[in-house]
């Protein structure tokens, strides 16, 4: 059992990704939040009765699925909406991540939220906050090449999310993923090694004899 958490951060498109399949490869455990919702919201998924209660057979697509589209268009049109969807997911989310981390077998684990620092609860579940930060040039033009949006429409997404200076402000360590990915690879390796030393720290419980040796003296 990990006891040790350190949330991930990051804007859209930073490299949150990248950075944590680094960590997996040293045998860290990640568990993602955008992973966890898409679980919940795929065909069969448990917030799914929910979502259709809540809004109609209308947001599901013919497989089950929640049709993403069609939902965009709700909570974009009317943020009420957008409301009742985070009423019913982010308590799932948050149940299931925190399960998750609990059970996991490294020594400490990398839980990833997007809107870590947005969010009220999440700070307060993490040991420490890694953020990945990087040029806002180098955000745009990574979500342009990878998605068909348009610098209007990536730049809108952005405005939607802590600025880089309140995210930096939040966090306990940063990566700066300007650079290349064999120094990301470096720094990522660095990091791992200081966080299975403050887990090592955090989980230390000494024995008894130790324990009555220290209230002795
Ligand atoms: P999202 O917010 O959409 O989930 P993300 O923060 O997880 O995105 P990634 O998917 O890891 O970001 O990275 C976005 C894109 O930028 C990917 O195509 C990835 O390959 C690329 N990328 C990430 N880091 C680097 C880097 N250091 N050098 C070059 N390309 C990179």
Known sequence: MSAYVVGLTGGIG?????VSNL?????TV?????VIAHQLTAPGGEAMPYIIAEFGPNVASS??????????QRVFADPA??????AILH???????MQACTSAHSAYVLLVVPLLVETRGWKKRC???LLVDCDEATQIGRVMARSNLGETEARAILATQASRQERQAAADDIIDNDLGKLEL???????????LGYAKSKNFKPSVEISRQIAQN
């Open 14 to 18: 930073s490299g949150k990704t990248t």
């Open 23 to 27: 960590f997996a490869t040293h045998g």
């Open 30 to 34: 990640v568990v993602d939040t955008d």
């Open 63 to 72: 497989n089950g699925a929640l049709d993403r589209a069609a939902m965009r």
């Open 81 to 86: 909406a957008r409301q009742r969807l985070e």
């Open 91 to 97: 308590p799932m989310i948050g149940d299931q991540a």
């Open 127 to 129: 040991d420490r906050i």
């Open 185 to 195: 690879a470096a720094r990522v390796e660095t990091l791992h090694r200081a966080y």
